[in-house]
């Protein structure tokens, strides 16, 4: 019996990187854009930095508070998140389920109406409604759904249900199981819940535009901005900013967790 061919590694090869290159060539054309004097003339106008300049002056404040809100938001699902992941892990009431599939709403409902219902539920409250907490309500509520499945996950394997038995029939108190035990076995759950969470946090744009007001303006709803009342020049050259301030802290979690879980792997 005949056996179909393999496809060959060069094969696979062009396939990616054609692939590759479809998705990348519109992000470098827009950053192209935005390092031209004149985007219709392409790279016959000049090179320049102006643009770069402009979107610094009128949205550099952005960069500062987007940081710090996907910070925030990682912070608090981990607080809220871990002992909600382990309450769920280890019941097998009707309750805790229906809990749990109330809690994936937000994921579920288009981020415009997770937003409606908070500015219904909170908006008269001036001082919060006008403050980046408002948002971050928003943004720990979307998010909050990743951190509990990834971190549950982790709390339902065999061999912490063992282990945890073996502490509980030692005499160990729940807080020395939860936190002297179980918390450092999922670490690395945590962990990657952590850079999942900052990721959709800090390009969250659906729930962050109809939450934020002027004085509460975030990377990705600068970025709509300058696209809609500036030059396109301006909102490409943003795009840079984006990727510049973005990329670079990415790549960092990422090899942080990285070190961090081959660590606890050894």
């Known amino acids: 019996m005949k056996t179909p061919s393999q496809p060959r590694a060069p094969f696979l090869l062009a396939v990616t990187l054609m692939v590759s290159l479809f998705m990348i060539a519109p992000m470098l054309l827009s950053v192209m854009a935005g390092l031209v004097n004149n985007y219709s003339a392409g790279w016959k106008s000049g090179l320049t930095l102006r643009w770069l300049g402009e979107v610094w002056d009128h949205y550099g404040g952005t960069v500062g508070w987007s940081l710090a809100l996907a910070v925030a938001c990682v912070v608090c699902t981990v607080l809220i998140g871990v002992p909600c992941a382990y309450a769920l892990a280890r019941s097998?009431?009707?309750?805790?389920?229906?809990?749990?599939?109330?809690?994936?709403?937000p994921v579920a409902v288009p981020g415009l109406a997770t937003a409606l219902a908070l500015i219904l539920a909170y908006g008269r409250i001036t001082a919060f409604r006008q403050s980046f907490a408002f948002i971050l309500v928003g943004h720990v509520v979307f998010t909050l759904p990743f951190?509990?499945?990834?971190?549950?996950?982790?709390?339902?394997?065999?061999?912490?249900?063992?282990?945890?038995?073996?502490?509980?029939?030692?005499?160990?108190s729940f807080h020395q199981r939860l936190l002297g035990i179980?918390?450092?076995?999922?670490?690395?759950?945590?962990?990657?819940?952590?850079?999942?969470?900052?990721?959709?946090?800090?390009?969250?744009f659906n729930l962050t535009w109809m939450l934020h007001t002027?004085?509460?303006?975030?990377?990705?709803?600068?970025?709509?901005?300058?696209?809609?009342?500036?030059?396109?020049?301006?909102?490409?050259?943003?795009?840079?900013?984006?990727?510049a301030v973005i990329l670079p802290v990415l790549w960092g979690l990422q090899h942080l967790a990285n070190l961090i879980q081959e660590r606890h792997g050894t």
Do not use: K
């Open 92 to 105: 097998r009431s009707r309750a805790a389920r229906v809990f749990e599939e109330l809690l994936t709403l």
């Open 147 to 172: 951190m509990v499945r990834t971190v549950g996950s982790a709390f339902e394997r065999n061999e912490l249900l063992a282990l945890e038995e073996a502490a509980r029939s030692l005499g160990a």
């Open 182 to 204: 179980l918390v450092p076995a999922v670490f690395p759950a945590i962990v990657a819940g952590s850079l999942m969470v900052f990721t959709l946090s800090i390009g969250e």
């Open 214 to 243: 002027p004085l509460t303006r975030t990377l990705p709803v600068g970025l709509a901005d300058s696209y809609v009342s500036m030059r396109i020049e301006v909102g490409s050259a943003y795009t840079l900013v984006f990727f």
